[in-house]
């Protein structure tokens, strides 16, 4: 049996990893872990390591799922960075694992997987989520996650407007230059949510930039920034009269501010509404508060690794 570790790039993470074949794999692993105890699968929270000196962190995201053939761990770093800055907040690697044998099968870019499986979970929610009735998506942020939500947001659903906003508003005009179809750049947040059915957070935030009073009764928010327990992007209003989802409950309580902070009560996972044990709150305002978890990275970079092997 040969051990040599596959080596893959961002690009080519990137081309194989596509978004229809993601979110069924997503879907089907997400309802089997929130089954807990009748399923096999092994995600521990993650571990961090703070690099307080540089205003980042390092974030160790291991899972185990024997039942796919799966060992993986993700390592991440995340440094809140100026508006502007050339380099990316986000960096990761991810390490595939012969589950037997243990040595490394493959290493590849995480940066791609970290950005397409965020985006895709938060379509997730919001296909469950959203009203029945959406024509207007707005996007908080203008970096690489924004720009993955954009992107599947726009592919699988039809909306009439997009809006973007970001700190500084030339960063949401760039933003919007790359994009196939028309957005409207907004100047403040407030502008840019009035009226919105889908909201998508994908900030750097530490503080709350959405507040509960701006937001349209029946919304559905994705909310992706804010992974630390002191961080927050959206405030106290919106976080308790919102029904709330998470992707995980154990890290969701570790892990997030917007929870944690203002105390407010999870209604359920996204995966225990996948696998039919909890109802999906359309009419109501809702939130998708997305931490990440290792077994979505897992499947992700399973599913690179079989289209590159097909492909040789
Ligand atoms: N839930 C999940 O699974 C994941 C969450 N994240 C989180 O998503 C967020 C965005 O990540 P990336 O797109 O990779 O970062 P990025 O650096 O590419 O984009 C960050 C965006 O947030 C804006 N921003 C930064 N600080 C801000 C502030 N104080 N107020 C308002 N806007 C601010 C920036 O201007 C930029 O538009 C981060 O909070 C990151 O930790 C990232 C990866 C996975
Ligand atoms: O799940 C991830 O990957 C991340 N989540 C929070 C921010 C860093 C990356």
Redesign the pocket.
């Known amino acids: 049996m040969s051990e040599s570790a596959v080596s893959l790039n961002k690009h080519e993470v990137e081309r194989l990893l596509t978004y229809d074949d993601l979110i069924p794999r997503l879907e089907s692993v997400m309802g089997k872990f929130s089954k807990r105890g009748s399923s096999e699968i092994i995600q521990p929270v993650r571990s961090v390591v703070l690099i307080q000196q540089h205003s980042g962190f390092l974030g160790v995201m291991p899972a185990y799922l024997p039942a796919e053939g799966i060992l993986c761990t993700k390592m991440?770093t995340?440094y809140?960075?100026e508006?502007g800055?050339s380099v990316?907040?986000?960096r990761a690697t991810v390490l595939l694992f012969h589950p037997e044998h243990g040595h490394v099968t493959a290493i590849m870019d995480g940066e791609a997987i970290?950005?397409k499986r965020?985006a895709a979970?938060s379509a997730i929610s919001a296909k469950l989520f959203k009203p029945a009735l959406s024509e207007v998506l707005c996007i908080?942020?203008?970096?690489?996650?924004?720009r993955s939500h954009y992107d599947v947001f726009t592919k699988l659903f039809k909306f009439k407007e997009v809006r973007v906003w970001?700190?500084?508003k030339e960063?949401a005009q760039r933003f919007v230059t790359d994009l196939q179809g028309p957005v409207t750049v907004c100047s403040s947040v407030k502008e840019a949510v009035i009226g919105a059915d889908v909201i998508v957070t994908?900030?750097?935030?530490?503080?709350p930039?959405l507040f509960g009073e701006w937001v349209k009764p029946g919304a559905h928010i994705a909310a992706?920034?804010?992974?630390r327990p002191d961080?927050r992007e959206l405030d106290d209003v919106l976080m308790r009269e919102a029904v709330v989802y998470v992707?995980c409950r154990e890290g969701a309580t570790a892990e997030s501010g917007d929870i944690i902070l203002s105390g407010a009560e999870v209604f359920s996972e996204l995966g225990e509404v996948i696998n039919g044990s909890f109802p999906a709150q359309r009419e109501k305002t809702t939130v998708f508060k997305?931490?990440?978890?290792g077994i979505?990275d897992a499947v992700s970079a399973k599913l690179v690794l079989e289209k590159w092997n097909s492909e040789h």
């Open positions: 991440v995340f809140q960075r508006e800055s990316p907040s986000t970290t950005a965020t979970v908080l942020g203008s970096g690489q996650q924004a970001s700190r500084r960063m994908a900030t750097g935030a530490s503080q930039i992706v920034g804010a992974c961080w992707d997305s931490l990440g978890m979505q």
